[in-house]
């Protein structure tokens, strides 16, 4: 599925004993960048539930 730049997708992983399986890529570090998935760990739990892809934009983190 592909997002738009004004789309919200909402994600809810499970954490897996290895963490979500995915990293992002952005913000302070590069010069204010956009956040974005920039890789995604195969087998991990972001993987397994074949919601995110990587170069989707990251907008929040929420706990709950």
Known sequence: QDIKDDQIYVVDLNRGHRGFGFSIRGGQE????PLFVLRIA???????????????PWR?????
């Open 30 to 33: 590069f010069n204010n960048m």
């Open 42 to 56: 195969e087998g991990g739990a972001a993987d397994l539930d074949k919601q995110l892809r990587v170069g989707y």
């Open 60 to 64: 929040n983190t929420s706990h709950g």
